[in-house]
């Protein structure tokens, strides 16, 4: 059974030699950028959305103090944390995952992806796609989570080292989620079939 996650890396592959490229073109161990990039990132949403604070890394610091004040300018109120969801049709589950958070901003409720990007380093680049773009995979991934979740809005939450940007997702990519539906369709009909023969 697919997650978003996977999903999500189907449609938009890791293009890793333009990574390692990037990389090593900048002086950077590529294995480190990525260890030290997942490892912040779950530290920073542990504290974020959790209040669980395991790190002692200077950066996860201060985005405790962004995302603190983030929170009292915006009225945040965290409702759920890491949600568990499926969308199934005729009685199959076509994917499943867990919803960072489910959240109340000024009044609004929202289902909630928290990005990182760029916390790690203060000179990282954005990112080339803009969060709030239509194509974007965060805008994909906000997309499959509210089918399992339509009575709420979709935003992305992107914290880097100087502030928080909010992306509410008000564009729907209608046909690259029907994509992504047909390729659950068509990725139960392999497992089942390899589990019943």
Not at 81 to 89: D, G, L, T
Not at 179 to 186: A, D, I, K, T, V
Request: proline share 2%.
């Amino acid at each position: 059974m697919q997650t978003p996650t996977d999903i999500i890396k189907h449609f938009y592959p890791f293009d890793e030699d333009s990574f390692v490229g990037w990389a090593l073109e900048n002086g950077h161990d590529p294995e480190q950028i990525l260890e030290d990039s997942k490892n912040l990132g779950t530290a920073v949403h542990k504290l974020c959305l959790e209040g669980v604070e395991e790190s002692d890394d200077e950066r996860v610091k201060k985005a405790r103090q962004i995302w603190n004040d983030w929170c009292k300018d915006n009225d945040v109120k965290i409702l759920e944390v890491e949600k568990k969801v499926y969308y199934s049709e005729d009685g199959e589950v076509l994917y499943y995952g867990y919803i960072d958070a489910i959240m109340e901003i000024k009044g609004k409720k929202y289902i909630v992806d928290l990005k990182t990007w760029g916390i790690w380093d203060k000179d990282a680049k954005e990112l080339k796609e803009a969060v709030g773009e239509k194509k974007t995979k965060a805008n994909l991934q906000t997309a499959l989570y509210w089918l399992c979740e339509e009575k709420y809005k979709r935003a992305v939450i992107h914290l880097t080292h100087n502030g928080i940007r909010l992306y509410e997702q008000k564009r729907f990519p209608r046909k690259k989620i029907e994509e992504c539906l047909e390729y659950c369709r068509e990725q139960n009909k392999v497992t089942n079939y390899l589990f019943s023969n």
